[in-house]
C-alpha cells in the first residue's frame, strides 16, 4: 500500500526563476543559517516530471503571489503518489541561505481531493456543493452550552472555520473580521437579523475552550452584554468529532510548529433548509457580496 500523503510527508522545493537568474543552492531548509518561517500553501499539481511537480498554488499571504511553478521532490519515490489535477494544502517551509537565496521545503501534504483515485487514502474529504444536506454536527459554544448544526434549521446559517491561537493575518482574523463585518451589516435589519446565525468553528478543542472562545468572541462582537452571542456562536467539536467534522467541510489541518495549527480555509453558507447553498474554499469572499447572498437565501 502506498505511503499515504495525508501524514507528515517532506518534499524539498527548489524555487527558481523568482528571486534571482542564478541557480538556487540545493541544500535542505534545516542546514541553512536563517531562521525557519512557515506559511501554509494550497493549490493543484498541474504534472508531474521525473522528479518534479509543477504546483498551480495560491497566494502565499505574507510570501509570494499565486503563481505556478516547479518544485523539486526529495524524495523521487512519491511522484508516483502525486497526479495531475490532486489538489493539495501543505506548509512551506522557508529560509534564506548566506548569499540571500530562499530554500523552501513543502511539509506536512494533504491531498484534499484526487483527480486520479488509484488507491484509497486514509482520510476522505468532502467536496460542499450546493444541495448537500449538512449533517447534525455537535459542539460547544462559548457558553458551555450544547449547540447542533440542525436547531439552526429554519434560518440561514453562515459558518466559517478559525483557531483563536491563529497568527496568519489572512486566515483566521481576516475570516472574524469579515464575519464581524457581515454580522453588523445584518443587525441593520432587525427582520433579516432574525432570519440568519453566524457561527465559527475552532478545530483545537485542546486549547479552545468555552472560556477562550468567548473572549475571542467578545474582541469582534465588540460587546459584553449578556446577548452578546444571540446572533453569532463561537463553538468547537469534542476531539473525537474533529476529523469527521473537519473531513466534511473540506478543511485541512495539521500540527504546526510552536503550538501552531497548519490549515485550509472553508466557509459555508447553509439555506434555511439545512442544505449547503454555498462554499468557500479561500479567504478571497467579501463582506458586501456574502450579506448580498445571505439576504438572497433568507428571502427563498
Known amino acids: 500500500m502506498p505511503r499515504q500523503l495525508f501524514f507528515v510527508l517532506s518534499f524539498v522545493l527548489l524555487l527558481s526563476g523568482c528571486h534571482s537568474s542564478k541557480p538556487a543552492p540545493s541544500q535542505d531548509a534545516t542546514q541553512s543559517s536563517g531562521p525557519v518561517k512557515t506559511y501554509p500553501i494550497r493549490g493543484k499539481v498541474v504534472s508531474t516530471t521525473g522528479t518534479s511537480i509543477l504546483?498551480?498554488?495560491?497566494?502565499?499571504?505574507?510570501?509570494?503571489?499565486?503563481?505556478?511553478?516547479?518544485?523539486?521532490?526529495?524524495?523521487?519515490?512519491?511522484?508516483?503518489?502525486?497526479?495531475?489535477?490532486?489538489?493539495?494544502?501543505?506548509?512551506?517551509?522557508?529560509?534564506?541561505?548566506?548569499?540571500?537565496?530562499?530554500?523552501?521545503?513543502l511539509d506536512k501534504i494533504v491531498v484534499i481531493a484526487q483527480s486520479k483515485p488509484d488507491y484509497k487514502p486514509a482520510v476522505q474529504y468532502h467536496v460542499p456543493e450546493p444541495g448537500d444536506v449538512v449533517p447534525d454536527f455537535k459542539l460547544t459554544n462559548q457558553g458551555a452550552h450544547p449547540i447542533h448544526i440542525a436547531q439552526f434549521k429554519g434560518r440561514v446559517l453562515l459558518i466559517t472555520f478559525i483557531y483563536t491561537r491563529c497568527p496568519l493575518a489572512d486566515f483566521c482574523p481576516r475570516m472574524s473580521?469579515?464575519?464581524?463585518?457581515?454580522?453588523?451589516?445584518?443587525?441593520?435589519?432587525?427582520?433579516?437579523?432574525?432570519?440568519?446565525?453566524?457561527?465559527?468553528?475552532?478545530?483545537?478543542?485542546?486549547?479552545?475552550?468555552?472560556?477562550?472562545?468567548?473572549?475571542?468572541?467578545q474582541a469582534y462582537i465588540g460587546q459584553s452584554a449578556k446577548d452578546a452571542f444571540a446572533h453569532w456562536d463561537f463553538a468547537v467539536p469534542r476531539q473525537d468529532d474533529l476529523a469527521t467534522l473537519t473531513q466534511y467541510f473540506n478543511v485541512g489541518i495539521t500540527a504546526g510548529d510552536s503550538q501552531t495549527i497548519t490549515h485550509s480555509l472553508s466557509t459555508i453558507l447553509i439555506g434555511k433548509?439545512?442544505?449547503?447553498?454555498?462554499?468557500?474554499?479561500?479567504?478571497?469572499?467579501?463582506?458586501?457580496?456574502?450579506?448580498?447572498?445571505?439576504k438572497k437565501a433568507a428571502i427563498a
Open 177 to 217: 473580521r469579515n464575519f464581524a463585518d457581515v454580522d453588523k451589516a445584518l443587525a441593520v435589519d432587525p427582520a433579516l437579523y432574525a432570519k440568519t446565525h453566524l457561527l465559527s468553528i475552532s478545530f483545537d478543542p485542546a486549547y479552545d475552550t468555552p472560556k477562550v472562545l468567548r473572549s475571542y468572541g
Open 55 to 105: 504546483l498551480d498554488h495560491e497566494a502565499v499571504p505574507g510570501f509570494m503571489e499565486a503563481m505556478t511553478m516547479s518544485y523539486k521532490l526529495k524524495d523521487p519515490s512519491i511522484i508516483s503518489e502525486l497526479h495531475p489535477g490532486d489538489r493539495i494544502t501543505a506548509t512551506l517551509l522557508v529560509t534564506k541561505d548566506p548569499d540571500g537565496f530562499n530554500t523552501i521545503l
Open 273 to 294: 433548509d439545512g442544505k449547503v447553498a454555498a462554499w468557500y474554499p479561500d479567504n478571497d469572499w467579501k463582506p458586501a457580496e456574502m450579506i448580498a447572498l445571505v
